[in-house]
């Protein structure tokens, strides 16, 4: 029996680029996917398992007094984030309040929710507002005030702008001095949502005085 013998030479590490394989560059973070016939092509990544991707949609940074931050819920998503850090009021001390706009509206819709957690002083609180329409208010916040001198408010929001019946949830802790945390939990629900209703902003904004700092940024996910 005649013995066969591999003859071609080992190929050396990194040697193999995009013009060996024959297919066009992707862009940064794509990854390589093979059609099971002989094609590659570079596409966006997903996630696995069912999962999905955040996306950052946008990101702002405020420099300068201003009397609320809106971040707009753009894109076809039906789930988003926002994460919203060192937020500062400057010399006045307030709480951090949260207003939601349904669809293109430019006022806060009232709302329903639910509130929980510690103020800065370590008592626990929880709250229920909106059960009924006459108790419906425009918007939930922070228990314990952002400090004017060195307090700060950060956070992450999630919601689920499904239509008809859009929600979010979320937590803030707030520096009301050097040394106290205040943490607060909190449930919304767009009240009295009809169908194909779904929030379109959230405001961030002081009880009094105005936001003087902070970043806030928009995730939105792409369901695999």
Not at 3 to 13: R, W
Not at 60 to 79: D, I, K, P
Not at 114 to 142: C, D, I, K
Request: with cysteine; aromatic share 10%; charged share 10%.
């Amino acid at each position: 029996m005649a013995i066969q013998k591999v003859t071609s030479s080992l190929i050396a590490n990194n040697a193999v680029g995009v013009d060996q394989l024959n297919v066009a560059d992707g862009t940064d973070g794509q990854v390589l996917k093979t059609n099971g016939s002989g094609t590659l092509s570079f596409v966006d990544a997903s996630g696995g398992g069912g999962g999905g991707v955040w996306t950052v949609i946008s990101s702002s940074t405020v420099s300068s007094a201003v009397s609320a931050v809106e971040v707009t819920l753009s894109g076809s998503y039906t789930r988003y984030a926002i994460n919203w850090q060192g937020v500062h009021f400057g010399s006045t001390e307030s709480f951090m309040c949260f207003q939601f706009m349904e669809g293109s509206d430019s006022s806060a819709h009232s709302v329903m929710y639910l509130r929980n957690g510690y103020g800065a002083n370590g008592s626990s609180f929880a709250e229920n507002q909106g059960s009924s329409a006459s108790s419906t208010v425009a918007y939930p916040q922070t228990e314990a005030k952002v400090n004017s001198t060195s307090g700060s408010c950060s956070g992450l929001m999630q919601i689920h702008n499904i239509s008809g019946m859009p929600a979010a949830f979320g937590y803030a802790l707030t520096a009301e001095t050097g040394t106290k945390l205040g943490y607060t939990n909190f449930a919304v629900k767009l009240n009295g949502a009809s169908s194909g209703d779904t929030f379109g902003k959230v405001s961030f904004a002081p009880a009094s005085g105005s936001v003087e700092a902070g970043t806030f940024t928009l995730y939105g996910l792409s369901i695999s």
